[in-house]
């Protein structure tokens, strides 16, 4: 069908005409052409199939996507700006591209679409606090198909720009929304931990994973915990994100010092995590401090948000599902933490990533200078643990890239690390 048709056949049609009005009441041909149309309406009404998408749906984001891909000529774009995070530490600007709120006419399987994104002004989503919108395609013909084959190709579009990376989660008032772009999977090799540790921590998630019936046979929630706590710097991020990448899992970062979370929330938001993600508490201690502390001193612990300590110990209870629910929790300093936080089932395995032995600090060496012979790493260790026997990972990084053309100098110079 040419365009014209379809877009007079939109005009018409009482679901999407209203504003274009009608037109010729008061004489016999206007009477005669106001049946026709009615009766062209009536035929409309049941050869049209339309298909409403909140922005609250699972597949809105890819709708989106899919929409800016297909509707390649559209002149009518909005912007969703994100910040990516290098490795390097170097931050990059992301501009992206979507289909602007109006109409859109697609061609797509020798059909056209016209899409129509809406955005409500007046109506703000309470969960998210964001504007409530929703995207309406509609087509000609009855068959709901084209519908079927267009949300599956949009959520294989969406799976294919993650492959290979990570989504990160933010909780978005009661909701799990995507940050920034997926970042690229770390590998786990990246990330140089104790000999055997970081191959320990994989194996235990891993065989948690493939034993839902133990859980099961035994009644026990299908959830694992697990705390890596030690000095800052050491690689427990970066050891999860990689761990991520390599379960193909994504990430629901949370803030437990987030003022604006509750008990509810917490619980809610534990509750409809995305499927395959690893739940990440960063920094407990920072949240909540001992309730001995907290008696002892009240005053200095007045206003941490309205989350409470025994809200926090059901939300993590209360963490059950069929599917594998893993939650990693980090801390700078264990000992602030209540022992009820870290008993058994909530936390089940934990786990000291400490600063670098001579094992890492070789390892490490070699990684970022690979051409140099074994035996500089083993020097370069020997030096750095003569100066310091407390040396965090990132700051051996940051002096690699101090000494990045000159692994000689890295070793002369090692009395500078972390200087
Ligand atoms: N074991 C490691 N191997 C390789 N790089 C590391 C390691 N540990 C830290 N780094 C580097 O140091 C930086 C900071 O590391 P990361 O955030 O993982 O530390 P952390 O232990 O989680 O620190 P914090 O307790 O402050 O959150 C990252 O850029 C990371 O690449």
Not at 127 to 154: C, K, M, Y
Not at 172 to 191: D, I, K, N, Q, Y
Request: aromatic content about 10%.
């Amino acid at each position: 069908m040419p365009l014209s048709d379809f877009l007079g056949a939109l005009k018409d049609n009482p679901y999407f005409g209203a504003g274009f009005g009608l037109v010729g009441l008061g004489t016999a041909m206007a009477i005669a052409r106001k049946s026709a149309q009615l009766g062209m309406i009536a035929f409309r009404r049941h050869y049209m199939i339309t298909l409403e998408v909140p922005s609250k749906d699972k597949s809105y984001q890819w709708l989106l996507s899919w929409i800016t891909k297909h509707a390649k000529h559209t002149q009518h774009l909005s912007v969703e700006t994100s910040y990516l995070q290098h490795e390097s530490g170097r931050v990059h600007t992301q501009f992206d591209f979507l289909p602007s709120p109006g109409n859109h006419i697609i061609w797509y399987q020798r059909k056209w679409i016209r899409v129509e994104r809406t955005r409500e002004k007046q109506m703000i989503d309470l969960h998210t606090g964001t504007p409530w919108e929703s995207v309406t395609f509609t087509a000609l013909g009855r068959d709901r198909q084209i519908f079927f084959n267009l949300l599956q190709e949009a959520r294989e579009l969406a799976l294919k720009q993650q492959e290979g990376r990570t989504v990160m989660y933010t909780a978005m008032g009661s909701e799990w929304r995507p940050f920034g772009c997926p970042r690229r999977r770390r590998p786990l090799t990246s990330v140089i931990l104790e000999r055997g540790l970081a191959e320990k921590l994989v194996d235990d998630v891993k065989d948690f994973i493939a034993n839902p019936k133990w859980y099961a046979d035994r009644g026990i929630p299908y959830r694992r915990g697990y705390l890596l706590h030690g000095p800052p710097g050491c690689g427990k991020s970066s050891f999860i994100t990689a761990l991520a990448g390599k379960l193909e899992y994504s990430i629901c970062l949370m803030s437990l010092s987030d003022r604006s979370l509750s008990d509810d929330r917490l619980n809610h938001l534990l509750s409809v995590a995305p499927e395959q993600s690893i739940i990440l508490l960063e920094d407990v201690d920072a949240a909540f401090v001992s309730r001995e502390l907290a008696t002892e001193n009240p005053a200095a612990y007045q206003g941490m948000g309205r989350l409470t300590f025994s809200g926090l110990l059901n939300a993590l209870d209360g963490v059950a599902s069929t599917e594998a629910r893993i939650v990693f929790m980090t801390t700078n300093y264990i000992d602030r933490l209540d022992p009820a936080l870290i008993r058994p089932g909530r936390v089940d395995l934990k786990q000291y990533v400490g600063y670098c032995s001579h094992w890492q600090l070789t390892q490490m060496f070699q990684r970022f200078y690979p051409t140099e012979p074994s035996g500089q790493g083993e020097k370069f260790a020997e030096r750095a643990l003569a100066v310091s026997q407390s040396i965090s990972a990132a700051q051996v990084q940051g002096h690699f890239m101090l000494n990045k053309q000159d692994p000689q100098g890295a070793i002369d110079n090692v009395a500078e690390i972390g200087h």
